[in-house]
């Protein structure tokens, strides 16, 4: 798996995809080398964070990530729970950041396990986010972002979700890499993710 990882680190998109391919044929396990993709991604951040690397690497590292997530996904599918969906869950990345490709991925693996997941998208308001807690009824609020700036996007959909009454009908996760106990206790939320199979195991206590 460390191939996986330095080739996505050092942006090497024929090399990755060609290795995943194989990884897949051989039977690796799909959510070890979507850890592997991660764990370079992780690499390219550091990387942008020294100046190595710019916006463009960003971009082209969050390319060869979807692609490699395309492939990987039906190769999930596997540990699929069949039966009536177990509960609602909305997703969506909160105002101001447009990063979706971990949220993307939780969200398919919570359909995988059986729950019914809307998927509002990247930059999402948070007035369009309390409106469709008004008319799905999740049971769980998935909120993503990976920018600092995200949190206060975060903490103002719990403040409206108080505001309308609807604070106690449904539970609010977070979503990304830099999320911790500090921000959670910030945002007023009742969990958080840096990964996306903990949300899995949190749901499946709920219902
Ligand atoms: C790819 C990338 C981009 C792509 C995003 C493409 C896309 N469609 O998402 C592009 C190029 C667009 C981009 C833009 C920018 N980016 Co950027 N980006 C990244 C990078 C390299 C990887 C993010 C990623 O996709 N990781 C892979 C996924 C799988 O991991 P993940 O997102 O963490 O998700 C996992 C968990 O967090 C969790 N999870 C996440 N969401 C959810 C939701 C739920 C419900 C659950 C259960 C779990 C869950 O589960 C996921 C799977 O395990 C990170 C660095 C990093 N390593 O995180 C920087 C990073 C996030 N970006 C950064 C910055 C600064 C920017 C820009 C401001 C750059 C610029 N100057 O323009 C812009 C911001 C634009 C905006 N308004 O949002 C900084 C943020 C710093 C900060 N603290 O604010 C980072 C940390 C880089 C760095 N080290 O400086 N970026």
Redesign the pocket.
């Known amino acids: 798996m460390d191939k996986i990882t330095a080739a996505m680190a050092d942006m090497l998109e024929d090399e990755l995809l060609a290795l995943t391919d194989k990884y897949l044929a051989d039977g690796k396990d799909p959510k070890a080398i979507?850890d592997a993709?991660?764990a370079g991604?992780?690499e390219?951040?550091?990387r942008?964070?020294a100046g190595e690397y710019f916006?463009s690497e960003?971009?082209l590292?969050?390319e060869m990530?979807?692609a490699g997530s395309d492939k990987i996904k039906p190769f999930l599918k596997g540990d699929s729970s069949s039966g009536p969906a177990k509960a609602r869950v909305l997703?969506a990345t909160v105002e101001?950041?447009?990063?979706?490709?971990?949220?993307n991925?939780?969200?398919t693996i919570?359909e995988l396990a059986g729950y019914e997941v809307k998927n509002l998208g990247?930059?999402v308001k948070t007035s369009v986010i309390i409106e469709e807690v008004k008319n799905f009824k999740p049971k769980l609020i998935?909120?993503?972002g990976?920018?600092?700036?995200a949190y206060d996007p975060m903490k103002a959909v719990v403040d409206q979700l108080k505001e309308a009454g609807l604070r106690d009908s449904v539970k609010v996760?977070l979503?990304?890499?830099?999320?911790d106990e500090h921000i959670l206790k910030y945002v007023g939320a009742d969990v958080f993710?840096?990964?996306?199979m903990?949300?899995v195991t949190y749901l499946n206590s709920l219902v």
Do not use: F
């Not at 993710?193 to 996306?196: F, G, R, W």
């Open positions: 979507l993709y991660q991604m992780t390219v951040g550091k942008y964070e916006v960003l971009i590292a969050g990530m979807t997703i101001g950041d447009i990063h979706d490709i971990g949220k991925i939780a969200g919570m990247e930059d998935g909120l993503s990976l920018l600092t700036l996760l979503g990304g890499s830099q999320i993710a840096n990964d996306a903990t949300n």
